[in-house]
C-alpha cells in the first residue's frame, strides 16, 4: 500500500538508520546488526548489503517523490509492548526524521493485538521478530513465500517463491546454499 509499495522509499528508510547503534548502544547484549533476512550460517552467508547511507537514502526519497522529505504523507511504525523495542522504534524514528526530514508515528500495541494487525495487513510499517526453528536459511526465507501465514506484509515475487522451492528438494550443499543466496538477494536487495 501507499507509500510502501515504492521501492525507492523502501530503499530510502533502510539505508537511513544506523543499525550497530541498535546492537551496540541500545540493546547492549551482544547482538549483531542485521542486513539481511538470514543470519551467517556457516558454510551458508547472507548477501552483502550495505548499511547507512544517508547521502544515497537522500536520492532514493527524492527519487520517490519526496526530495528533502517535502510532500511526505507521514507513516506509521506499528512495534509489540516491550520497553527495547519502544526505545529501537524511537531511534528509528528519530534517525528518519533526522536524516530524511520525515515524520513516523509510533504505534505501540500488545503482542495478540500487534499479530492481529499483522495478519489483518492493518499497517505501514510493522516491527516483527523471528527465531529459527532449526539452523538453516530456509527457516527465515520460507517466512516470505507468497503463500506463508507469517507473510505479513504479502510479500509476492514469483522468482523468489520459485528458488525457495526449488531449495527444498535440493540436497545440503553449495548449490542449494547458492540458490538460497539468490532468493535471499532479490527479496532484500531487489525488492527490499
Same mark, same amino acid.
Given at each position: 500500500a501507499p507509500p510502501m509499495n515504492d521501492l525507492n522509499l523502501r530503499k530510502a528508510l533502510a539505508l537511513s538508520f544506523d543499525r550497530s547503534v541498535i546492537t551496540d548502544k541500545i540493546l547492549q547484549s551482544g547482538q549483531l546488526p542485521a542486513y539481511s533476512v538470514t543470519t551467517p550460517m556457516d558454510p551458508y552467508f547472507p548477501?552483502?548489503?550495505?548499511?547507512?547511507?544517508v547521502a544515497r537514502?537522500? =536520492?532514493y526519497l527524492a527519487? *520517490?517523490?519526496y526530495p528533502?522529505?517535502?510532500?511526505?504523507?507521514?507513516?506509521?511504525? @506499528?512495534?509489540?509492548?516491550?520497553?527495547?523495542?519502544?526505545?529501537? @522504534?524511537?531511534?528509528?524514528?528519530?534517525?528518519?526524521?533526522?536524516?530524511?526530514?520525515?515524520?513516523?508515528?509510533?504505534?505501540?500495541?500488545e503482542w495478540k493485538t500487534h499479530l @492481529?494487525?499483522?495478519?489483518? =495487513?492493518?499497517?505501514?510499517?510493522?516491527?516483527?521478530?523471528?527465531?529459527?526453528?532449526?539452523?538453516?536459511?530456509?527457516?527465515?526465507?520460507?517466512l516470505f513465500l507468497s503463500t506463508s501465514g507469517n507473510n505479513y506484509g504479502k510479500y509476492d515475487n514469483p522468482e523468489f517463491d520459485r528458488l525457495i522451492r526449488k *531449495?527444498?528438494?535440493?540436497?545440503?550443499?553449495?548449490?542449494?546454499?547458492?540458490?538460497?543466496? =539468490? *532468493?535471499?538477494?532479490?527479496?532484500i536487495k531487489e525488492d527490499q
Open positions: 548477501p552483502e548489503v550495505e548499511g547507512l547511507n537514502a537522500k =536520492q527519487a *520517490a517523490g528533502d522529505g517535502k510532500g511526505f504523507p507521514g507513516v506509521v511504525l @506499528a512495534y509489540n509492548t516491550s520497553e527495547a523495542h519502544q526505545r529501537i @522504534a524511537e531511534f528509528i524514528q528519530q534517525e528518519w526524521e533526522t536524516n530524511l526530514n520525515i515524520e513516523v508515528t509510533l504505534e505501540n500495541q @492481529a494487525r499483522g495478519q489483518k =495487513q492493518d499497517f505501514t510499517i510493522m516491527r516483527i521478530g523471528w527465531i529459527g526453528d532449526y539452523k538453516d536459511p530456509n527457516t527465515f526465507l520460507e *531449495a527444498v528438494t535440493m540436497p545440503d550443499g553449495p548449490e542449494r546454499n547458492a540458490t538460497l543466496r =539468490q *532468493a535471499e538477494t532479490i527479496f
